[in-house]
């Protein structure tokens, strides 16, 4: 055979081998690619559920906790009273106020905006009337000559007895405001609601909201219960939220209502006291110490009865003095503010028995 001929015959064969070797790489690799996207899982589609994080855990059960969240509590101290407010309302009398007075006799906070809203608490001690009728009819508010009213009714504040009017002022802006009497010991408690009429469906809301809250802590102190001792042969009423103190006289008994875990050197405050059988085995006179007196006679036995006589500001003891059968029975009730109405109730409430 030609050799020229058979040279051409094994180029083709090369030709063709080579030609068939990179397509059999070819298509090796696309399978090979192909094979590894298969090995890849599908990404899953993200799933939200409702699990926070664990200060989201946290901060959500603080509110929920928190039934007054987004609301500040006031607490007057000294007259006994609190409601809690929308925390950004601001004190009526002094807006740019950071903190409000915690023994005033009188408080007002106003809404923000969107309708003007007052609520406004105020107290006054009263010696010339007895009973909340007679006290709220001597107190009453007036605003203006032109205003209407629907007189006082009966109102019942979460089992508080109370005394409630609605008065208008047509005339004078149009302003309507709905008030609340209440009493306790000697402190007329009136609590009012302002609005403007054309403002009502916007303000009524929050300031009843703010009204459901209000209450007066003090403890009635015609409401006493009775601590009796039958070796001294005496009785007592003491305030329900006072307890027997530790290191009271012996014989003897003492209760107060300070917090249990008070440092050694606590001061009284506002709304404090304690009373006081300390009996002595020996008759001391007890003139001296009044800083006045009157005569007095408790279950047959001649006493005094009177202010006691103290250098301490705000406190303001009151006491009992008698001397029978040797001893001496002094009785205190001493209250650190100007109320006096709860320390002379536990001075009535002395006796002795057989």
Not at 87 to 108: G, H, R, V
Not at 182 to 204: A, G, I, P
Not at 238 to 250: L, Q, R, S, V
């Amino acid at each position: 055979m030609d050799p020229r001929r058979i040279n051409k015959i094994l180029i083709v064969i090369i030709i063709l081998l080579l030609v068939g070797g990179a397509y059999y790489m070819f298509k090796s690799k696309q399978n090979l690619s192909t094979d590894s996207i298969a090995e890849i899982p599908e990404s899953q589609p993200a799933v939200i559920t409702d699990t926070a994080t664990p200060s989201e855990e946290i901060k959500d059960a603080n509110a929920i906790n928190s039934p007054e969240a987004g609301k500040t509590t006031y607490a007057n101290t000294k007259y006994a009273f609190e409601f809690t407010y929308p925390s950004d309302w601001q004190l009526a009398n002094c807006p740019s106020c950071s903190e409000a007075d915690t023994q005033a006799s009188s408080i007002a906070f106003n809404s923000p905006g969107g309708g003007y809203a007052v609520f406004a608490v105020e107290v006054v001690t009263t010696a010339k009337c007895s009973g909340l009728k007679a006290c709220a009819e001597a107190n009453r508010k007036v605003f203006s000559n032109d205003q209407t009213t629907t007189g006082l009714i009966a109102y019942d504040h979460n089992g508080e007895n109370g005394l409630s009017e609605t008065i208008n002022r047509p005339q004078s802006g149009d302003w309507k405001y709905i008030v609340y009497y209440f009493m306790r010991d000697k402190n007329l408690y009136t609590v009012s609601l302002h609005t403007k009429s054309e403002d009502e469906t916007q303000t009524l809301s929050a300031l009843t909201s703010i009204l459901s809250t209000f209450k007066i802590t003090a403890v009635d102190s015609s409401v006493l219960k009775t601590y009796s001792d039958t070796k001294e042969k005496f009785s007592i009423g003491h305030p329900a939220d006072g307890n027997i103190a530790a290191g009271g006289p012996k014989p003897g008994i003492r209760f107060d209502n300070f917090p249990a875990n008070r440092p050694d050197n606590y001061t009284m405050k506002a709304g404090d006291y304690y009373i006081e059988v300390n009996i002595e085995d020996s008759a001391m006179d007890c003139s001296k110490q009044f800083a006045s007196s009157r005569k007095i006679v408790v279950d047959g036995v001649a006493g005094l009865r009177g202010p006691a006589v103290t250098s301490l500001p705000n406190y303001y003891p009151y006491m009992l003095c008698f001397n029978k059968e040797g001893k001496t029975y002094l009785v205190s009730a001493v209250e650190y503010d100007d109320r006096q109405e709860r320390p002379k109730n536990i001075l009535d409430s002395f006796h002795f028995i057989k």
